[in-house]
């Protein structure tokens, strides 16, 4: 950990220069506190309220334990809720040796489906634990079947198949609490994309990894998600100058963008957004290539993202304005929209917009708003707070994500 044994006034100070190098007035401002009394907090003349203290500690992007003490908090992770006969079957639980394999335009068929429910069901999860663990045994043994296939056709197919199956398989196991299995999902698309020698998959399963990376605590693995996304973004400009690829470079783009605004690095992560990611959404137009959703919505998406990762709120809300989801193929992309407009206003302190947009993001996925942790926290901080005009409403969304 690099944070020196300061004061809590003193650690304020340091991540204040450390995060983005803001000053005293610009953090005093969206805190609601004069710029005076922020300095003399820092200079250890006064003791922040505990209210005072989560609003700096939000907008400087730390945990409020990272302001109290000399450890560095674990990220949120998501509540495990993974189903367990997913588990099951992603660890080896498989149909008998001498059963025969489904046929590949089948097993495509059950993919896609299972991609769709998982884009844009509000009941994401349920349908996932239902469809998933028979769907893993039967890709996983036809790849086994045409491992030394005489028809390299089939063969092909299957393993482009399983990729996009363990894609999937990386986003669900993500957001029920496993990163592990994530990471090995992730790690089984790969090897599937390159053994069926799809430069596109290829291109993919590095996005996935990438993604998997974005989630992982540990020191380092955000630049590790970014120069995986680079290097396979490069290769793939190398290997091939389909649309497709334009749109799977883009997404990777938008990976090392994420990885630039996660480190505080706003301004390269404007200038790649800007210079990088912009001209391949242009020319790939919106779209879903390796279910990545990327296009120029997508990219605004992520315009709003470092804002708000900034912590200016109202640069975010201005980028939101002009932003129209409403024709996204993913429901989880939109969630995750909406989500973030509610963290802006949550830095405002603007509790009737926070409650507006964590209502519509219940309306969009209830499944999802109990397995987000951001969503839940921001719940309970406006549940703190709450005027007597919305304690009804707030109340009663607390009951239905059982947050009690």
């Known amino acids: 950990m690099d944070t020196p044994r300061l004061s809590v006034g003193g650690r304020i100070a340091h991540y ?89 335009l089948a097993l495509r ?11 844009t069901s509000e009941q994401r999860f349920t349908d996932a634990a239902s469809i998933l663990p028979s769907l893993i045994s039967d890709v996983e043994h036809a790849v086994r079947a045409h491992r030394h296939s005489n028809d390299p056709t089939a063969r092909r197919e299957t393993l482009r198949t399983a990729a996009d199956l363990y894609g999937l398989l990386r986003s669900y196991c993500r957001r029920t609490g496993r990163l592990d299995l994530s990471l090995m999902a992730a790690d089984r698309a790969m090897r599937a994309a390159e053994d069926a020698d799809d430069p596109v998959r290829i291109a993919a399963a590095s996005w996935n990894l990438g993604h998997v990376l974005l989630s992982d605590p540990r020191d380092g693995a955000i630049q590790e998600a970014s ?31 994420v990885a630039d605004a996660r480190q505080h690095h706003w301004w390269q992560a404007r200038e790649r957004l800007d210079k990088r990611a912009k001209p391949l959404g242009k020319k790939a137009g919106d779209g879903n290539v390796a279910y990545t959703v990327f296009g120029p919505t997508n990219v605004h998406l992520h315009a709003l993202s470092i804002e708000m990762l900034a ?13 129209d989801t409403s024709q996204l193929p993913s429901r989880e992309r939109e969630f995750t929209f909406t989500l973030e407009v509610a963290r802006c206003y949550a830095m405002r302190r603007d509790d009737a917009g926070l409650l507006v947009h964590l209502l519509r993001a219940e309306e969009l996925s209830a499944e999802d708003f109990v397995r987000s942790p951001i969503a839940l926290d921001l719940l309970a901080e406006l549940r703190r707070r709450v005027r007597p005009t919305y304690r009804g409403q707030v109340e009663g969304l607390a009951r239905r994500v059982g947050l009690d």
Do not use: F
């Open 109 to 119: 068929e059950r993919v896609e489906q299972a991609w769709s429910s998982w884009q």
């Open 16 to 104: 204040r220069h450390r995060n983005g190098n803001r000053s005293q007035a610009a953090i005093a401002g969206l805190c609601g506190i004069s710029e005076r009394y922020l300095s003399m907090v820092e200079n250890g003349k006064r003791i922040p309220s505990h209210t005072v203290l989560v609003r700096i500690a939000a907008e400087l992007g730390v945990p409020v334990a990272a302001l109290l003490t000399d450890d560095t908090p674990p990220e949120p992770t998501a509540p495990l809720t993974i189903a367990p006969d997913v588990a099951r079957a992603l660890m080896g639980h498989r149909p008998p040796a001498g059963t025969t394999p489904a046929a590949p």
């Open 227 to 257: 120069d995986i996304a680079l290097t396979a973004a490069a290769r793939l400009k190398r290997d091939t100058r389909s649309a497709e690829a334009a749109a799977m470079q883009g997404a990777l783009e938008l990976v090392a963008v």
């Open 311 to 323: 912590g200016q709120a109202s640069d975010a809300l201005t980028v939101a304005d002009g932003i």
